[in-house]
C-alpha cells in the first residue's frame, strides 16, 4: 500500500509539473533573468554557426561577418557572467531586441545566397526567440525603471544608473524603438521622451537608420497629445520644412495653428504669430506623468528611491539586536539566530544567516525548470491570473521533493514558533527587468477566497533574500515609510493579522522594481489553522 501511495504521489507530482509547465506561453519566457541567461547562450551557438558560414562565403558576406565579430565580443562578455550582464536592464532590452529584430534582418541577408548550415541552425533556434511581446515587454520595462528611479532618457541610453558604470548605449534606433513602443500603447508621456532623445542623438551627429522626418512625425504628434499646441507646431513646422511634400505634416500643422489661434481668441489674447516657441529638448519633469490606478504611487516610488523613509531618531533607539533561540529550541541552542529589529510598529525582524550559498543554489536549481509567471487572484473571480503590476516569475517547492527544503521548512518553523503544517508550499520568485510586484496585501480581505476557508487567512510572512540587488528591488512599506533592502542569505518576518484574525492593513507592501541586478527571493505564508496555541488570540481588534 505505502508503495502504491508513493507511486501514486510521485506520478501526481510529475503530472502537476507538466500542467504547470503547460500553461507557460511563448510570451512568458522571459519574465526572469534566470530564464534569460539561456538567450545568451543560443545567441552565442548563433554567432559561432554564422562564422563558420562567413568562412564559407567570405568574399559575398562582408557585411555579415563584421555583423559578427562585433557579436562575438558581446557575447563573450555575456556568458562570462549571465546574471550580471543581464543584470543590467539595457542589456536585457537590446538582448530582446536583437533577438527579435536584428537577427531575423540578418537571417534575410543570408538567404539572398543560403547557406543551409546557418538557415538550419537558425531555424532550430526560432522556436525559442522572443517574439514582439517579450521586445515591447523589455521596452515598458525600461520606461518603469525610469519613472520609479526618475531617470532621464539621456542616463538611460549612455547606460548611467545609479551606482554603476557602463559602456551600454542606446542608440537613435533604439530610442527610437522605445518611443514607437510607448507610442503604439497611446503612453505619448513616455514617446515624447524617447523620440526627443532619438533627435538629439540625432542632431549630435550619430549616424541611424531611422530618418529626422519619422521621428519629428511621431514626436509632434505626442507632443500635441500632452497638449503642448506651440511646441506641437514648431516640431511640425521643423518636419515641413524638411520634407515640404509630407502631406500629413501639412495637414497637421494648419490643423495645430487654427487651435491655438482659437485658445488665444477664447482667452482675448493677441497671439504673437513671430514669436517661436521653445526649441529646448523637452527634459523630465517638462510634462506631468499622467495618473494610474495606484493612489500610493508617488509615496511608493519614493521610497524605492530611499526617500521618504520614516525612520526618526526615536523610532530607532527601539531598535535592537539579539541572538534568538526559538524559546528554547533544541535546534537553535547551540547556534541560536541573529536576529535585528527592523520596525517597531508593526514589528518586523530580519534573520541573518539564515540560508547558506549551498542551499540557495539549490533552491534555484530546483525553481528554474518550472518557473512560471506569477499569478494574482483577481478578487472579483477569483481566479488566478497574470497581472501587470506584479512582474516575475516563480516556483512552488514542497518539503518532501528535496532535503533542502524539508531543512529550510524546519528551520523556518523553529525561528518564528508557527506551524508549517498549515502552511503554504516555498515559493520562488525571481524577478527579470524591471520586475516589480506593486503594493498589495498578503492577507485575504473578507469575504475570504474559497481558497483560504480551510486554513484560513495567510497570518504571517517569511521572506528570504536569495541575492543581493546592486540597485533598487527593495522592500517597501507605504502606510509607515519602511524600506527594506535585500541582503542575500538573510529573511524578514512580520505578521500581516493582529491576534484578533484582523488584517493589518498598515502591512500593505510592495517589492519595487529590479534597476540593475538579478532579484531571487523566496517566502513562506503560514495560515490560521494550527497556530491557536502558539499564536493565541487578543481580547481586542488591534493586540
Known sequence: ADTMRKCLLSFASWALL??????????EVFTSIGQMTDLLYTEKELVQSLREYIKAEESKLAAVKSWATKLDALTRTSTADPEGYLGHPVNAYKLMKRLNTEWSELE??????????????MSTHRQYFPDEEDKTGAARALMRLQDTYQLDSEAFSKGKLPGVHSNVILTVDDCFDMGKTA???????HAVLWMQQAL????????????????????????YQMEDLPRAIELTRRLVAIDPSHQRAGGNLRYYERLLLKQFSEQNQAQDQ??????????????MRPKDHLPERESYEALCR???????????????????????NPRLLLKPMKEEDEWDSPHIVRYLE?????????????????????????????????????????????????????RINQRIEDITGLTVDTAELLQVANYGVGGQYEPHFDFSRRPFDSNLKLDGNRLATFLNYMSDVEAGGATVFPDFGAAIRPRKGTSVFWYNLFRSGEGDYRTRHAACPVLVGSKWVSNKWFH???QEFRRPCGLTEVD
Request: glycine fraction near 6%.
Open 274 to 287: 513671430d514669436q517661436p516657441a521653445s526649441e529646448e529638448p523637452i527634459q523630465l519633469g517638462t510634462y
Open 108 to 121: 534575410s541577408l543570408v538567404l539572398q545566397n543560403p547557406s543551409d548550415g546557418f538557415i538550419s541552425n
Open 528 to 530: 490560521e489553522r494550527g
Open 354 to 406: 539564515m540560508l547558506s550559498d549551498k542551499e540557495i543554489e539549490k533552491i534555484k536549481e530546483l525553481a528554474k525548470p518550472r518557473l512560471a509567471r506569477a499569478t494574482v487572484r483577481d478578487p472579483k473571480t477569483g481566479v488566478l491570473t497574470t497581472a501587470n503590476y506584479r512582474v516575475s516569475k516563480s516556483a512552488w517547492l514542497d518539503g518532501e521533493e528535496d532535503p533542502v527544503i524539508a
Open 18 to 27: 507538466f500542467c504547470c509547465c503547460s500553461w507557460i506561453t511563448q510570451a
Open 200 to 223: 538629439k542623438q540625432l542632431d549630435d551627429g550619430e549616424e541611424a537608420v531611422i530618418s529626422k522626418v519619422e521621428i519629428l512625425d511621431y514626436l509632434s504628434y505626442s507632443v
Open 183 to 189: 507610442y503604439n500603447d497611446a503612453d505619448y508621456y
Open 306 to 328: 530611499g526617500e521618504g523613509v520614516q525612520m526618526t531618531e526615536t523610532r530607532r533607539s527601539r531598535l535592537f539586536c539579539r541572538y534568538q533561540d526559538g524559546y528554547r
